[in-house]
């Protein structure tokens, strides 16, 4: 049963009015009742809000899913969380001045370069935003200006935590527009006295007038520099850059469920296609004959080739190339490929690698999709030459937003 949707004026996190009862509900296990309230629900963006139970939610999820792609084959529902919350391991903040020049720190307003002051968000690792909420009073007993993006004035940008769910590691990037930061040494130490718990710091300069929050240059003021975390059994490296996915339990699931698609026996050779740093192929590689990675981005190739290092994975190899035009030539040399894992972005595959997959023509085809409407599109292709959808599954990486993330079986007819 719903309990009605109540606000309360929140000023820190010790008043969030949250009572999330967990019920025994239908799809699995998840917070079905919830009475929660959001200050800043509909003006920070970051999330859709809480007017909808969790699990109607997932149902509402799981009907878009099934509007899109519905007709190609069965979907076995949404997995869900058991508690939907403080589930993002990358939590970033900007930081700014009101109108008092009292130092705020928060979210950008949804469209606009307006700062919507955040202590504490619903969605957020929950030692993350402590340690924001440190870095802003620090800041002004430090005498350390905001940075003004208006007038170029101030020094102070951005914050990035990044934590390692498993490993309880946590990395601080303080984003600067000035590589000279006044009192370092003591700044760091003073953070570090607040919160132990932070692994490592990094100072990360970015001087450009864009809305990128990280700038190229980097200064490891403390610690390695970089973070690990375990996912499914393998470890991996995560720099300030790098990319990971933000909901680490549900990526588990996730890939389990990629994984468990690809019924592999030991002897395959597999693709993992849109790559990232690895990590779908990495995972896959025990039960695999041996793997090829392929993706765009040379830092996530870079990470991938020390994640397989670390894990010891001595039977993958990963490229840097667009994901089609690799296909092309994996399609040209007529090199035997039996599972093809596809991660794609948002705008999902493209003509060159569908139509070369289909000359490839792999046993099995794994799609991870973060998109139904694109994933719609490239079924649509793949069961017309020669692809039939086995099954699929939505698994809620994104819970309280409008995000639906999917796998999806196809064999060869
Ligand atoms: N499978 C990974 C990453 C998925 S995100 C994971 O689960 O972590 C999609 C990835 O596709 C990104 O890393 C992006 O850099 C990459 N990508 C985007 N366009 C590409 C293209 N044309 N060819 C290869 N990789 C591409």
Redesign the pocket.
């Known amino acids: 049963m719903e309990k009605e949707f109540r606000k309360k004026e929140v000023r820190n996190k010790e008043v969030w009015n949250r009572e999330a009862k967990p019920v025994a509900a239908q799809k699995g296990k998840v917070s079905g009742t919830v009475q929660i309230g959001c200050p800043v629900t509909g003006k920070c963006g970051g999330c859709q809000g809480f007017k909808d139970s969790y699990e109607k939610q997932l149902q509402k999820k799981e009907k878009f899913l099934k509007d899109c792609c519905g007709s190609f084959g069965k979907f076995e529902g949404m997995i869900g969380m058991v508690d939907p919350y403080h589930y993002r391991n990358k939590v970033h903040a900007v930081f700014g001045e009101d109108g008092r020049h009292n130092i705020i720190s928060g979210t950008y307003e949804e469209k606009s370069h307006r700062i919507v002051p955040v202590d504490a968000c619903l969605l957020d690792d929950e030692k993350a935003d402590a340690i924001i909420v440190s870095i802003r009073k620090l800041l002004k007993s430090f005498k350390i200006r905001p940075y003004n993006e208006d007038t170029g004035y101030g020094l102070f940008r951005h914050v990035l935590i990044r934590t390692g769910r498993h490993t309880g590691q946590i990395m601080v990037v303080l984003v600067l527009a000035s590589p000279v930061m006044p009192s370092k040494s003591n700044f760091v130490k003073a953070l570090r006295k607040e919160h132990p718990e932070i692994t490592t710091i990094v100072l990360n300069v970015n001087n450009r007038g864009t809305s990128m929050v990280l700038g190229e240059k980097e200064h490891v003021l403390y610690g390695k520099g970089y973070i690990e975390d375990v996912l499914c059994g393998k470890r991996f490296r995560i720099s300030a850059k790098s ?3 933000v909901n680490p339990l549900q ?1 588990e699931k996730l ?1 389990g469920k990629a994984v468990e698609f690809a019924a592999l026996t030991g002897k395959e050779m597999v693709l ?6 690895g ?2 192929g990495l995972i896959a590689s025990d039960k695999a004959g041996e793997v090829i990675g ?4 040379g830092a ?1 190739v870079r990470d991938a080739k020390i994640n397989a290092k670390a894990n010891q994975v001595n039977n993958i190899s990963f490229y840097e ?4 035009q ?1 296909m092309v030539q994996l399609a040209e040399q007529h090199v035997k490929v039996d599972v093809v894992f596809m ?3 948002r705008a999902g595959s ?1 003509e060159a690698f569908l139509s070369s997959l289909v000359k490839l023509s792999p046993k099995r085809v794994v799609y ?1 999709s ?1 998109n139904p409407e694109t994933l719609a599109r490239d079924l649509r292709y793949l069961t017309k030459k020669g692809y039939r959808m086995e099954k699929g599954v939505g698994v809620d990486m994104f819970p309280w937003t409008e995000h639906v993330e999917t796998v999806v079986l196809l064999s060869k007819c």
Do not use: H, R, S
């Open positions: 990319f990971y996915q990526t890939y993992d296609a849109y790559c990232g740093t990590t779908i392929v993706e765009l981005n996530a190339k667009d994901a089609g690799f991660d794609p972005p493209d991870v973060c």
